[in-house]
């Protein structure tokens, strides 16, 4: 048999694709319009900001695809604990590229390029804490949107009468005054906080055109993208270094990453739960997705037997949602250093993760990725940080490998 290569136009004539050249991924693959969100991670369990009347904050956000409009959607509401806080005043967001230095180690500056952004909002509205979102308008303008593969920057600003706010996770610059950072002459490193968790559940929900893939991720702290240094305490981080924003962003795939510290099977055995819901799923046309999952429910002395009866309920919720013929992939638990009936159960809902149960395409092993040793119980310390649960940088960086290994991204090809 002869093997043919695609034919292609080359200087006006017709030939055989040649030898090194590859075809553009938006002849190989159908454009696709989807609606998508992304997110900094919902408030709650991961700390809080006392006694505040005025802040303005600013964080990154980098995207592989041009979007054609997007949004914001604003909360100030416990996920973890589902406990009402206090309305928050808006009244400002800007929307820039960000600085980002090529020669500092930390990269990330917080300043906006050339000093200048766009004003998204002004003025005052409410964003409620009763587990509803205040939609901002639709930003449609052509140069005020999201650029493929550029970080880009949001400043927003809000008063409220004295209280604590929960943070969320990420990392972001902060300041105690409604103005400064939202003013983009304004150098982040004169912030109140140059590394702060975010004191706001804000959602960024965005349209556009792409053959890129799209997939769903559900999963706790670990895909989150909470992290640290190796052997350090846990600090504020941008959630691009998430082990599924690696992923996405190296290999050209769209993440809605609905990962949440604390996040546990039980809690989403009920899909009218908010931690569904605060990133709706309509019109993401998902490609498949990926189940992180049981970490927090072995360390709360969960049972393999009732981690399963919760993933199955997810399993089921999640092809209402993508499909009933799209690929899933199940990511079993790490080991933290526990030992006794935890520890046992782990490796209990680890060998029933290993059956690919439910139909499930595969199993993600990021167990074995991070141990590299010869202890069961144990991840390697140079890839965690120094609580032995979440993954430290180069940790995130074995996980994003590992999704990469284990998830064909486009399966219905």
Not at 102 to 118: K, R, Y
Not at 119 to 139: H, R
Not at 363 to 387: G, Q
Request: charged share 15%; net charge negative.
């Amino acid at each position: 048999m002869t093997v043919r290569r695609p034919l292609v136009t080359i200087g006006g004539g017709v030939q055989e694709l040649p030898t090194g050249d590859t075809i553009s991924p938006d002849l190989t693959y159908p454009q696709t319009f989807r609606t998508l969100r992304w997110s900094n991670g919902g408030q709650g369990n991961i700390g809080s900001l006392a006694s505040v009347t005025a802040c303005s904050f600013r964080y990154a956000i980098r995207l592989p695809v041009a979007t054609s409009r997007w949004r914001l959607l604003l909360s100030n509401y416990d996920t973890f604990a589902a406990t009402s806080k206090t309305d928050l005043t808006l009244t400002k967001i800007i929307h820039g590229d960000h600085s980002r230095s090529n020669t500092s180690p930390g990269a990330e500056t917080g300043d906006f390029v050339g000093s200048t952004a766009t004003t998204i909002f002004s003025g005052s509205s409410t964003v409620p804490s009763n587990g509803t979102q205040l939609a901002t308008s639709w930003v449609t303008a052509a140069g005020d949107q999201f650029d493929a593969g550029v970080e880009h920057l949001l400043g927003i600003a809000y008063t409220c009468s004295s209280q604590t706010i929960q943070y969320s996770a990420g990392r972001c610059w902060r300041w105690t005054s409604a103005t400064t950072g939202v003013d983009p002459t304004q150098a982040a490193s004169g912030a109140s906080s140059t590394a702060s968790y975010i004191p706001m559940d804000v959602v960024l929900e965005y349209e556009c055109t792409s053959p890129y893939p799209a997939w769903l991720i559900i999963g706790d702290s670990i895909f989150e993208g909470v992290t640290a240094a190796t052997a350090a305490a846990l600090s504020p981080t941008s959630n691009l270094r998430s082990p599924p924003a690696q992923w996405g962003r190296v290999n050209n795939i769209l993440i809605q990453n609905q990962s949440l510290y604390a996040l546990r099977a039980d809690t989403l055995e009920n899909g009218s739960r908010r931690e569904w819901t605060r990133q709706p799923q309509t019109g993401g046309v998902f490609d498949g997705c990926v189940i992180e999952l049981g970490t927090n429910d072995v360390a709360n002395s969960r049972t393999s037997t009732q981690v399963q009866t919760s993933i199955n309920d997810i399993v089921d919720n999640v092809r209402s949602i993508i499909g009933t013929d799209k690929p899933i992939y199940l990511a079993n638990v790490p080991a933290h250093g526990q030992s006794g009936s935890i520890e046992t159960q782990r490796i209990a809902v680890n060998d029933w993760y290993a059956t690919i149960p439910f139909g499930v395409t595969g199993v993600i092993d990021i167990d074995t990725a991070l141990r590299k040793t010869a202890a069961s119980n144990v991840s390697d310390s140079r890839l965690m940080a120094s609580d032995g649960v979440h993954p430290a940088y180069q940790g995130q960086g074995i996980l994003a490998a590992q999704l990469r290994a284990s998830v064909n991204e486009r399966p219905q090809w």
